[in-house]
């Protein structure tokens, strides 16, 4: 019998997740870039199955290396042991392929928090829960030499981070191009905790126990200021996408960085903040003119007025996220 994925059957095998008598049903599931992930329906159970892609699905030529799929892997266990349900139940790894098994979580039950920002679902009570989560993760991974060691990936979060957001658009933006590489380095540069590296929207689904984090392939031992500006950054352009929603937004935007900020205890709570504040005015221009543009901001007009907002701020950074916070307008 052909299957969809054929390249897949070997590894469910291995991880002892199909029997030699069943046969798998595919679903493709969406949402991502980087990874090809599908639910796959066996006789026994349901479950979302996940392998990396050599080349990410965007317009620009953006390559990664595949062994980031077990970088994902080794964030989850050691998530697992602070926030269980904080994240899917991994089910199954297979090195050999650069694949991995997690539970299925239900759309029904578990509703992308991207989702409801977009349909106006606001509630400052999951930002909160997203900036304690992240906080409890940061402060359990601080001063872990083993952990250090581990997620020693300074060049595959070059290659999937810091590279396409912010020395791309340093080509695009010439005046900005010190500031911008000035981010890489200062990013590089402090090492306190264990990152997520991509604290999005669409990656947190909105569970019975609270949030629940998805892809955490960037994962790396570094600096808690790129999760903290990342998600933040994604709650300041959503005001560009539904500027009816704005306030809320922004609401969600102060609960977050305060719930957050407030639980640092593992450095210089200023310094970090200072860190975020350049960031997320890199991550800012880097969602219009980077390897990975924000797809719902569609028009010329949109794109300028981030332009126009992160460009000041990148050349001369705030020390405060309220600064930037209350400047930006939709």
């Not at 602070?82 to 089910?91: D, E, F, M, S, Y």
């Not at 979580?105 to 928090?113: A, K, T, Y």
Request: aromatic share 8%.
């Amino acid at each position: 019998m052909t299957h969809p994925h054929p390249e897949l059957i070997a590894p469910l095998h291995r991880m002892g997740l199909l029997l030699p008598n069943e046969t798998p049903t595919f679903t493709p599931l969406t949402g991502g870039v980087s990874s090809l992930i599908v639910r796959v329906d066996t006789p026994r159970q349901s479950f979302c199955l996940k392998r990396a892609l050599p080349q990410l699905k965007v317009a620009a030529l953006w390559e990664a290396p595949v062994k980031r799929n077990r970088h994902e892997v080794a964030w989850l266990r050691f998530a697992t042991q602070h926030l269980p349900h904080a994240v899917p139940a991994l089910l199954g790894e297979d090195q050999q392929d650069c694949v991995f098994a997690m539970a299925y979580l239900s759309p029904d039950q578990h509703p992308v928090w991207k989702t409801q920002l977009r349909d106006g679902v606001m509630d400052v009570h999951i930002a909160k829960k997203v900036a304690q989560c992240l906080a409890t993760w940061h402060a359990a991974s601080a001063g872990q030499a083993d952990l250090a060691q581990a997620f020693d990936h300074d060049q595959d979060f070059l290659a999937i981070r810091l590279d396409p957001y912010f020395n791309a658009t340093a080509l695009r933006h010439p005046d900005c191009a010190q500031a911008l590489h000035g981010l890489v380095q200062q990013t590089l540069s402090h090492k306190y905790v264990l990152v997520h590296g991509d604290v999005s929207p669409k990656n947190i689904l909105i569970g019975p126990h609270g949030p629940v984090f998805l892809d955490a392939e960037c994962a790396w031992y570094g600096d808690p200021a790129f999760d903290l500006a990342f998600v933040l950054n994604h709650l300041l352009l959503k005001c560009l996408w539904k500027p009816a929603h704005h306030t809320a937004y922004l609401d969600c935007f102060d609960a977050l960085a305060h719930s957050y900020l407030s639980a640092v205890n593992w450095e210089d709570r200023a310094a970090l903040e200072a860190r975020a504040c350049a960031l997320l005015a890199g991550l800012l221009l880097a969602r219009v003119d980077g390897k990975s543009p924000v797809e719902y901001l569609t028009t010329d007009h949109q794109r300028e007025h981030v332009r126009r907002f992160a460009k000041p701020f990148l050349l001369q950074p705030a020390t405060l996220l309220q600064t930037l916070r209350q400047h930006w307008t939709p």
